[in-house]
C-alpha cells in the first residue's frame, strides 16, 4: 500500500522559512514533488524532481525554494525560505511510480503572517 507521509508545515512569518517533508512508502516513484492549493483556485505545481536529480520549478518558487530528495529514503523535501503571505496554502506531496501511478499525501498547512 502506498503511503506519503508530510510533515514541517506550520505558522511562519513573512522572510522566514520552512522545510516540508514527505516520506513514501509502498513502491519506487521515478518523479516526486510539491504542489499548492488555496480555497477557490486550482492545485498548482510549487516544484518536481526526478530519481536521477533533474529539478523543475514554479516560476514563484525559483530562487526561493529547493527541492530535493534521497532515494534511499523514498523521501523528497522543500526547502522554503523567504516566504512571502502568497505563499499560504495547503501544501501537497506528489509521487508518481515507475508505473506511471500518481499519488497524493493528505497536505501540510502553511501560513504566512505578514
Known amino acids: 500500500q502506498v503511503q506519503l507521509v508530510e510533515s514541517g508545515g506550520g505558522l511562519v512569518q513573512a522572510g522566514g522559512s520552512l522545510r516540508l517533508s514527505c516520506a513514501a512508502s509502498?513502491?519506487?516513484?521515478?518523479?516526486m514533488g510539491w504542489y499548492r492549493q488555496v480555497p477557490g483556485k486550482q492545485r498548482e505545481l510549487v516544484a518536481t524532481?526526478?530519481?536521477?536529480?533533474?529539478?523543475n520549478y514554479s516560476d514563484s518558487a525559483k530562487g526561493r525554494f529547493t527541492i530535493s530528495r534521497d532515494n534511499a529514503k523514498n523521501t523528497v523535501y522543500l526547502q522554503m525560505n523567504s516566504l512571502k503571505s502568497e505563499d499560504t496554502a495547503v501544501y501537497y506531496c506528489?509521487?508518481?511510480?515507475?508505473?506511471?501511478?500518481?499519488?497524493w499525501g493528505q497536505g501540510t498547512q502553511v501560513t504566512v503572517s505578514s
Open positions: 524532481i526526478r530519481s536521477g536529480g533533474i529539478t
Open positions: 506528489y509521487a508518481r511510480s515507475s508505473f506511471y501511478s500518481e499519488y
Open positions: 509502498g513502491t519506487t516513484f521515478n518523479r
